[in-house]
């Protein structure tokens, strides 16, 4: 399982600039698994949740430590 952690906007942007180059390679699938590290914004989150459900949200492999720093740990197991 992906390690959550929050991230700072260098960080971010070096990743995302790191997906870029990898997609400019025709590596598609591996950019999208580094993107994943990035946390995903909480109200996208919260609509995974609700319209996929939270077993396909945690199994989706997004870091989600922005959605748990806003709507608590809870928001993970219910």
């Not at 070096?14 to 999208?32: C, W």
């Not at 430590?65 to 197991?77: D, H, I, K, N, T």
Request: charged share 30%; aromatic share 8%; no cysteine.
């Amino acid at each position: 399982m992906r390690q959550n952690r929050p991230m700072t906007l260098h960080e971010k942007l070096q990743i995302g600039v790191k997906g870029n180059e990898l997609r400019k390679q025709g590596k598609i699938e591996e950019a999208e698994e580094l993107e994943k590290q990035i946390p995903l914004a909480p109200y996208l989150a919260r609509f995974y949740k609700k319209h996929l459900g939270l077993e396909a949200l945690l199994q989706s492999g997004w870091n989600l430590w922005e959605a748990v720093e806003e709507y608590g740990p809870e928001f993970l197991s219910k």
